[in-house]
């Protein structure tokens, strides 16, 4: 059974709370007839203040997944191989991995190869039979450094610096809407909110920002 929570989708997340119950039964449900129960997000919240916060951002990189399997499912090959994969680095890549080898991994039934083809990534894993290196880093997974998050992120307050790259952004967004506008004319921009958020990395990208600008079209004299 697969349930969408269009209720999660709200701002101020508090609609969501009248699932409570009826989700907390439905797990009772599916505990009791001996069922696999999965709770995931693709990502997390990506609007209102709270996500421009260290906690949101965190969040929308790190969605939550929630699996509980039946005891008499998980053989000692599995459990072991779960309870190294806890603390390692995993992506929805080895997410989508496990559960098209599920039947094959815990029901011991064949699949055919055409269905638990994975689309060409970085090397992905079964959750349940193999083991992730524990010294896997963003690049190995194929996450893409703005995604990372064994990166330190620091906000920027120093108005040099903001200033700096408000002049470096503001050109970029006001060619993006002339482009999706379809401008008869170039429209001029001008700042209007700008939140600027600087990741730093050791590796190859020394320097990688994430920007949140609002922009308002600027008066004509």
Known sequence: VYVHLQTAHNVRMAAVRNLDRPLLEFMQLVIRQQGLFIVASDHGLTYSPYASTEHGRMEWKNSPLLMMVPKHLVTPEADAALTHNTQQLVTKWDFYKT????????????????TT??????????????????????????????????????SITKQAQLFRYQEMLLPIVAQFLNRANQAPQCVHFEAAHLDIVEVRHTGENANILEATVAVKRRATP
Not at 99 to 114: G, H
Request: hydrophobic share 40%; glycine share 2%; with cysteine.
């Open 99 to 114: 559960m098209m080898k599920m039947p094959e991994t815990l029901f011991r039934e064949e699949v055919p190869a055409a």
């Open 117 to 154: 083809a994975v689309p060409n990534r970085p090397l992905k894993y079964n959750l349940f039979a193999e083991h992730i290196p524990r010294n896997r880093t963003c690049r190995d997974a194929g996450l893409p450094p703005w995604i990372c998050l064994c990166a330190q992120w620091s």
